[in-house]
């Protein structure tokens, strides 16, 4: 069974950078796509940014293409996501989602969640 845990979430002032973690375990992921989604109150659950574990292949939501960027660590089983000049929209709760294949935007197609983390921007 795969398990994600993240941290990394906090309270901080726009422009400011944060790094979220998300430790995987359960399985091999080297099959795997790992992604980062982001709930604000009131809205849909919002793709951020997806990371295929074997070739690195990255891709981003529009709206923070050139602020975040995703990674992985093989030996700690981890992924990152590093969240530069931040704003006060990207506050939400951010998920960590995995799925078994190939890249997906859509959180409907990933089965496995973390239990997610706040990060609160404020202007």
């Known amino acids: 069974q795969v398990q994600l845990v993240e941290s990394g979430g906090g309270l901080l002032q726009a422009g400011g950078s944060l790094r979220l973690s998300c430790a995987a375990s359960g399985r091999t992921f080297t099959t795997y796509t790992m992604a980062w989604f982001c709930q604000a109150p009131g809205k849909e659950r919002e793709f951020v940014s997806a990371?295929?574990?074997?070739?690195?292949?990255?891709n981003y939501g529009d709206s923070v293409k050139g602020r975040f960027t995703i990674s992985r660590d093989n030996a700690k089983n981890t992924v990152y996501l590093q969240m530069n000049s931040l704003k006060p929209e990207d506050t939400a709760v951010y998920y960590c989602?995995?799925?078994?294949?190939?890249?997906?935007?859509?959180?409907?197609?990933?089965?496995?969640w973390g239990q997610g983390t706040q990060v609160t921007v404020s202007s």
């Open positions: 990371i295929r574990w074997s070739s690195g292949f990255k």
């Open positions: 989602a995995a799925r078994e294949g190939r890249y997906s935007s859509r959180s409907s197609l990933y089965n496995s």
